[in-house]
């Protein structure tokens, strides 16, 4: 049974520092387990934030050597024990203490998306007809578990902190689960230029390399998301339609 040295993050709001534990390493065992080995052994106040340990509730997400994951699908034996294991919290959101941040800006930010409003039935009893290949194009998107590491692993959150302008990598996928549904009919290209800041995202599919449901979160979602954005405002033929569509507007009577 070999043991290794995790350099964990201890800390809250007002400042923290790096702390090292050992932990024994059995076989099958992943990074939650250890962790959860130092809480029982060491540190029982160390907070960390984990549910179904299945890799499907997206809690325990936190970066181990500098990279965004989740703790319960990261298995030891895909690391170098022989040298530190750094376990630290995300750092595109407001930190609570320890490996525990406040993810709740995503929640606010899901609520400002337009929903999910359909045509109406295509048959007298309220049913509508659906090609399976319509099906198949948005089921992709419908696997995230809000882990929220691809928000994380973003530079526009990460680095620029530009959570205001930006929805980031999760919620363009969200809208386009909406935009790409064969029976959605709102139209949110408008929002996704100037509210929900698609323009920030220059594809650099980071958010897809960390994504552990293997969601192809650029090529799927956000190129698609961009190309619609782009054709409704920048197609210089449409463009010159809606000029020359234009009504002129009735002469203010005196």
Known sequence: MAR???RIWRGDQEGGSFHDYDAEISEGMVVLDAIHQIQAEHAPD???RWNCKAGKCGSCSAEINGMPKLMCMTRMNELDVGRKIVVEPMK???LCRDLVTDVSWNYRVKKRIK???PRPPDAEDGTWTIFQEDVDRVQEFRKCIECFLCQDVCHVLREHH???EFI???FLVHVAALEMHPLDTENRLEELKKQHGIGFCNITKCCTKVCPEDITITDNAIIPMKER???EFYDPIRKAFR???RRPKKEESV
């Open 4 to 6: 290794a040295t995790f």
């Open 46 to 48: 160390l907070a960390c």
């Open 92 to 94: 595109a959101f407001p």
């Open 115 to 117: 929903e999910f409003k």
């Open 162 to 164: 530009l959570h205001e």
């Open 168 to 170: 980031g990598p999760r």
């Open 229 to 231: 954005v782009v054709d």
């Open 243 to 245: 000029v020359f569509s």
